[in-house]
């Protein structure tokens, strides 16, 4: 009994399957609320979920010279790192399902495989947009990773623990945001950076390079490097609201801190506009700074 409820835990609720949806509905927010934003009407409910259908049902094509293995296992890298990262993440207002101290680290790093899969799917073409978009991607990795993990080592310090779960209890008594305001602001847009949003979607700009790194891919490789997206942006969210916003003890919290967290995205993605590359990584370095400093005056302040 325990090994079947341990089974549709993982399968279905609160991961596998509910996570999958969740991850298309947070897509559609994101979509639908740039559209309103923009003053445009903005996809249907249903549109994300017909989107995958179709690509999944189309016939996927392996371009020539592109090694065929890699071709098909990068996508499912991709997904599967943000779905096992989730295991670790306090979802839908529910304890993590496992947890480990140290598990923090795991989690930053599992959420990297989805950029490093893409470069390496955009490497193993022979387009020049392919390639374009990989070397963007892969440099463009390398300039908000170091800040993101800086910015949610802060709880972690404060918490004296690395350990999600153990994190979160200690900031479900207080709200981290107020006291370490940086390492918030920092989280929040290395987040962007990692969902390649603008104003950080110069990989995949598509009045440029088509679709970057991923111009080749078609039907089912499309469709679950487009689920493993929606998946990093809800583990993405939970995590910040979890540190940074008190917690996500209940499902109601979880729900309205992460949307909220997920219009202040929409508003900065409606604002901005897209930097170069060489303007990305140049503006990262300030980013590192500012959660070093905020470490730094945390460490005085005790």
């Avoid at 979920?49 to 189309?58: E, Q």
């Avoid at 847009?189 to 390649?196: D, N, R, S």
């Avoid at 993605?269 to 470490?295: E, K, M, P, S, Y």
Wanted: with cysteine.
């Amino acid at each position: 009994m325990n090994a079947f409820l341990s089974a549709a835990a993982l399968l279905f609720f609160p991961g596998g399957l509910s996570l999958l949806v969740s991850g298309l509905a947070y897509e559609w927010a994101d979509r639908k609320l740039l559209a309103r934003m923009q003053n445009r009407l903005g996809p249907r409910w249903f549109q994300p979920l017909a989107d995958v259908v179709k690509l999944l049902s189309k016939e996927e094509i392996v371009p020539y010279g592109a090694n065929r293995l890699i071709f098909n296992l990068l996508p499912v890298a991709a997904l599967a790192g943000p779905l096992t990262a989730a295991l670790y993440v306090p979802l839908f207002g529910l304890p993590p399902m496992y947890s480990f101290q140290g598990d923090l680290i795991v989690v930053i790093y599992l959420l990297s495989l989805l950029t490093i899969c893409t470069g390496l799917a955009g490497a193993n073409m022979a387009s020049r947009f392919s390639v374009l978009g990989a070397t963007r991607t892969l440099t463009q990795v390398f300039a908000y990773e170091a800040p993101f993990l800086l910015a949610l080592l802060g709880p972690a310090i404060a918490a004296g623990s690395w350990e999600i779960r153990s994190i979160q209890a200690f900031a479900e008594t207080r709200w981290l945001l107020l006291t370490q305001p940086l390492g918030f602001l920092v989280a929040l847009i290395g987040l962007m950076g990692k969902l390649e949003l603008p104003p950080f979607d110069a990989p995949e700009a598509e009045t440029e390079i088509v679709a970057g790194a991923l111009t080749e891919y078609s039907g089912r490789g499309l469709a679950l490097f487009r689920l493993g997206k929606g998946v990093e942006m809800v583990v993405g969210l939970t995590l910040i609201a979890a540190f940074f916003l008190g917690g996500v003890g209940n499902l109601p919290g979880f729900l309205l801190k992460t949307l909220v967290l997920l219009l202040v995205l929409v508003t900065l993605q409606a604002v901005l506009t897209r930097f170069r590359i060489d303007q990305v990584v140049r503006g990262w370095r300030w980013g590192a700074l500012l959660a070093l400093l905020q470490i730094l005056v945390m460490i005085i302040w005790g």
